[in-house]
């Protein structure tokens, strides 16, 4: 009698626990087994930097699948198990305890890491990083009460963090190389925007500039806790807390020594397969070809840990897979909350066009290149992204003036 074939995820966080979902949601009556590094079960990344960290949400929200969930759906979850080695040709894996898990097919969905500040003094306490819940606890703990907090990076994590510390009362200093906030992800226009709004909630930015060294309290002590940050222009900036965001690194390891092919992710085919035939990757891992795109993206996104893990099931079922969405983000800090479709990265357009009122706050802005959205972000704007979404899908040339015309709909631009 044949044996039913073992499916194994690597990674037990949002992308691996809604493949195990799909697994069963499409039928796959085999063995299912979730191997993940952190002792609780998989939960969702965005409230750590938003209503959890701000203790608005219930730790309750942050979850997956209620508790019984994987027991009740025959998904065998280990927790606290990390996953040291992968064998291709013997189709196993090793955990740093020993233990050999043997699989049919193996889905990689190991995410990634914070990007960790290389500088004297970055050792010490109260130089926080945030991706895990216990990370943003500790930090909701040092926002208590206030104080003064150094931002290392104006990126996602950085400027949620900021908004969260400035909601608890911290005054807020935030360092940032580029010559403003976001830059990498939205551009100067939009990113300017969001530096102008922290601003007006009374942060300071120092743009232009790196950080060389963190230092005791006075400038004291080779070790211990943090007191001052002092940046590339010899600028001294007093510190309580500082919170370091510096861009999120790949967890490749486990596939590079295996020999399969990586490169900024691991990378993949548009059905998430990668150079292995019996291995998979989706979340933040995948560095995936995407059709729509016409190039290679890792995108380090809910919606994309959402839904790429369960794309790579129905691939490892067999089934014809194009994992090819639109890239689509959000995010919310004090009373602004955005969703952006498209990556508007410097370099991929030429103009940004508005519609709406962009003092108070409330429009769309849309990435053109070449006269064809590339990207758009509604600002407390709602229910438009799938709109968005089919204009940047259909690559055609817009009339600008219907565009950014309110009274015309987005499906008749
Ligand atoms: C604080 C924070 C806020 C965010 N907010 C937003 C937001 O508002 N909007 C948005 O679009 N995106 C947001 N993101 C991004 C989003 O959360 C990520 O894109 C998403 O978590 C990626 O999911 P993943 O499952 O691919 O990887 P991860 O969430 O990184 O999970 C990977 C899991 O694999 C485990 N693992 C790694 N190596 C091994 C191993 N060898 N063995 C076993 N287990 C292993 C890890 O411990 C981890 O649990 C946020 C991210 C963070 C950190
Ligand atoms: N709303 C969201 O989508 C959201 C929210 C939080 C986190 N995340 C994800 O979490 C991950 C980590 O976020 P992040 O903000 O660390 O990464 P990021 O890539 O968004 O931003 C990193 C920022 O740090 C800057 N930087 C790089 N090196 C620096 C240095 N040495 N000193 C000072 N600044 C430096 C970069 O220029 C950039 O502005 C990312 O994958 C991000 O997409 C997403």
């Given amino acids: 009698m044949p044996t039913e074939p073992t499916y194994l995820i690597v990674g037990a966080s949002l992308c691996g626990a809604k493949a195990a979902e799909t697994l069963r949601e499409e039928g796959f009556g085999g063995t299912v087994i979730m191997l993940g590094s952190e002792t609780e079960r998989p939960y969702e990344r965005p409230p750590l930097s938003k209503g959890y960290l701000l203790g608005k949400d219930d730790k309750s929200v942050i979850y997956v699948h209620e508790e019984g969930w994987y027991a009740e759906h025959g998904v065998d979850l280990r927790l606290g198990v990390t996953v040291a080695s992968v064998d291709p040709a013997g189709r196993a894996v090793t955990t740093t305890d020993g233990d050999s898990v043997g699989y049919d097919r193996l889905l990689l969905a190991t995410g990634a890491s914070p990007r960790q500040l290389d500088i004297p003094g970055a050792a010490r306490d109260g130089v926080m990083y945030l991706r895990t819940v216990g990370n943003s606890e500790r930090l909701a703990a040092a926002f208590r009460g206030g104080g003064r907090v150094v931002t290392i990076g104006a990126g996602w994590i950085g400027l949620e963090v900021t908004a969260a510390a400035r909601e608890a009362g911290c005054e807020v200093t935030v360092v940032e190389p580029e010559p403003t ?140 897979v194009t994992y090819d969405p639109v890239p689509y983000f959000f995010s919310d800090q004090y009373d602004l909350g955005m969703e952006t479709a498209g990556l508007p990265e410097p370099g991929r357009y030429d103009q940004v066009l508005y519609r709406g009122d962009r003092q108070g706050r409330e429009f769309i802005a849309f990435w053109l290149a070449s006269g064809a959205v590339v990207a758009g972000m509604n600002v407390n704007v709602w229910d438009v992204t799938d709109d968005i979404q089919a204009l940047i899908r259909s690559g055609k040339q817009v009339d600008p003036a219907r565009l950014t015309d309110p009274d015309v709909p987005l499906t008749e631009v």
Avoid at 288 to 300: A, I, N
């Fill in 181 to 320: 906030a976001l830059y990498r992800a939205l551009g100067p226009e939009l990113g300017g925007m969001f530096a102008d709004l922290h601003r007006e909630h009374g942060v300071e930015f120092r743009f232009g500039e790196s950080v060389s060294e963190i230092r005791g309290p006075g400038g004291r002590g080779l070790a211990g806790r943090v007191g001052e940050v002092v940046t590339s222009s010899g600028a001294v900036l007093p510190a309580d807390v500082v919170v370091v965001g510096i861009g999120a690194v790949p967890n490749t390891g486990l596939a590079a020594d295996a020999g399969l092919e990586t490169g900024n992710g691991v990378v993949t085919d548009a059905a998430l397969r990668t150079s292995d035939p019996n291995i998979y990757a989706a979340g933040d891992l995948a560095s995936s070809y995407h059709p729509l795109l016409g190039r290679r993206v890792r995108v380090e996104h809910w919606a994309n840990a959402l839904n790429s893990g369960p794309a790579a099931a129905r691939s490892m079922l067999g089934q014809d």
